[in-house]
């Protein structure tokens, strides 16, 4: 049985041998190079029991012929032909962002964020092991800190904000140095990342949904999209028109067609390639309007943005009612429905139920392969592939007034409304008398005048 140190460098190791491969440490001339979603196609092989080599293989080509190369991004036809969806991202921006950070005018998420977020958006980045929590993983397009409705998509402004500020508490750290287009091209990349990444996982999850694995069913024959690809369509089928002019039916059975000339079956699969892309990159434009309206909080509850305000406040004319507000919020964070105290602990510093995973955590165990996250042998083929060792999602200690998706009332309202995405932390439910929605004002007080003095803490 191994223990979570030995698991801890299994995946240390792991991630060096990458940053070598990926590197060229040992051969200075191989490109940088995405990396496959492993982990993704080894819990389906768990769990279903089927091979799941020859999938993650065809995903890992398309979305590689669909948005290029670390060196070299692309996007997608689909996107840069549509009306609607041509702005979502830069292709200006993706190459200021993307190649070697010495490159000049190129290289921003090499220099400022692949050390811990990894070339391929993975959150597997040489810093990721010794990070806690680790760094996020774009890839199954869930971000935690946003102003929008649990499932839907951050804003770019979202994204924005952290990039600009950092996020306290974490080792993503502000950097004074990037301007405001510096930021919003890390944001374009994030996106494209989020976007390929999560196109890799649609088409593994489609094809043990829809295909036969075991029969030899593929997402795609990769010889001939190869030639599609390359302009060589009207070559393909003029040798489809000659095999069909030559094969003659046995048994008045038509003749299989060479997997190298299906042309039919190839834009059935393309088909369901474009609708899977079409589908995640409209869910990025939509996100507007999936926006969560913070309404203005009652006159008679005093709500301040920040612990310096908070402070002001206690010391000023409306130090009365914000006093009763902190008394409600107590009584509804330890009450029976809002229960944050069940996660927070009654004195909200964080030593409640605190033996919880986030979701890329159960993503692939729990959910995934139905792997125990404790039972570390069970966990080792999956490290091996990429995974992270589990750790516990850690619930905020109010004692500390770090929260990291911002401080000010708005992003507190709103991660107590819709919960954080990707964590524990559900959305609210109300219930009249005992949790109703301005006590979210009273809650956002209560957890405020939690901050302990310095030397206290």
């Not at 299906?262 to 892309?277: I, K, P, R, T």
């Not at 080792?380 to 000010?408: C, D, L, W």
Request: charged content about 30%; some cysteine; aromatic content about 8%.
């Amino acid at each position: 049985m191994k223990n979570r140190s030995q698991l801890l460098a299994l995946a240390s190791g792991s991630i060096a041998c990458g940053l070598i491969f990926f590197s060229g440490c040992s051969r200075p001339e191989r490109p940088i190079e995405f990396e496959p979603n492993l982990v993704h196609a080894m819990k389906y092989q768990i769990k279903e029991g089927v091979e799941m080599d020859q999938v993650s293989d065809d995903a890992f080509w398309i979305v590689d012929q669909y948005f290029g190369t670390p060196d070299d991004p692309k996007l997608p036809e689909l996107i840069t032909e549509d009306e609607d969806l041509a702005g979502l991202i830069s292709q200006e921006r993706l190459t200021k962002a993307s190649g070697p950070a010495d490159a000049p005018g190129r290289g921003l998420y090499r220099k400022h964020c692949v050390s811990c977020h990894g070339v391929t958006g993975n959150g597997r980045g040489v810093n990721a092991a010794i990070s806690d929590p680790y760094p996020r993983d774009y890839r199954p397009g869930i971000f935690k800190f946003k102003s929008t409705e649990r499932g839907s998509k951050p804003l770019r402004e979202d994204l924005a904000r952290s990039v600009r500020n950092g996020i306290t508490g974490t080792t993503m750290l502000k950097i004074p140095e990037l301007s405001e287009d510096d930021i919003q091209t890390l944001v374009d990349y994030v996106i494209y990342l989020s976007m390929r990444g999560e196109m890799e996982r649609s088409l593994i999850d489609d094809a043990v949904g829809e295909l036969d694995i075991e029969a030899g069913d593929r997402l795609v024959d990769t010889q001939l999209a190869a030639r599609i690809f390359a302009g060589q369509r009207a070559a393909v089928e003029s040798e489809f028109e000659a095999w069909e002019a030559s094969s003659k039916p046995a048994d008045d059975d038509e003749p299989t067609i060479p997997s190298e000339l299906d042309l039919e079956l190839y834009d059935e699969s393309m088909g369901y390639v474009n609708d899977a892309l079409e589908g995640i990159a409209f869910a990025w434009l939509e996100a507007e309007d999936d926006l969560v309206d913070v309404p203005e909080p009652p006159a008679d509850i005093p709500v301040a943005d920040s612990h310096e305000e908070f402070v002001t406040l206690q010391q000023g004319d409306q130090a009365a009612a914000l006093a009763a507000s902190i008394k409600r919020g107590q009584e509804v964070f330890t009450g029976k429905v809002a229960s944050c105290s069940k996660c927070h602990g009654a004195t909200g510093r964080g030593d409640g139920q605190n033996k919880d995973y986030d979701d890329w955590t159960k993503d692939w165990t729990t959910r995934g392969s139905g792997i125990d996250p404790t039972d570390l042998d069970a966990l080792t083929p999956m490290m091996a592939r990429g995974a992270m060792p589990p750790k516990f999602a850690r619930p905020r200690n109010f004692s500390e007034g770090v929260f990291r998706g911002g401080e000010a009332a708005e992003h507190l309202y709103r991660r107590i409304y819709e919960g954080i995405e990707g964590s524990p932390m559900p959305s609210s439910t109300f219930v009249p008398g005992d949790y109703e929605e301005d006590d979210i004002w009273h809650l956002i007080n209560f957890i405020r005048s939690l901050k302990a003095p310095a030397d206290q803490v």
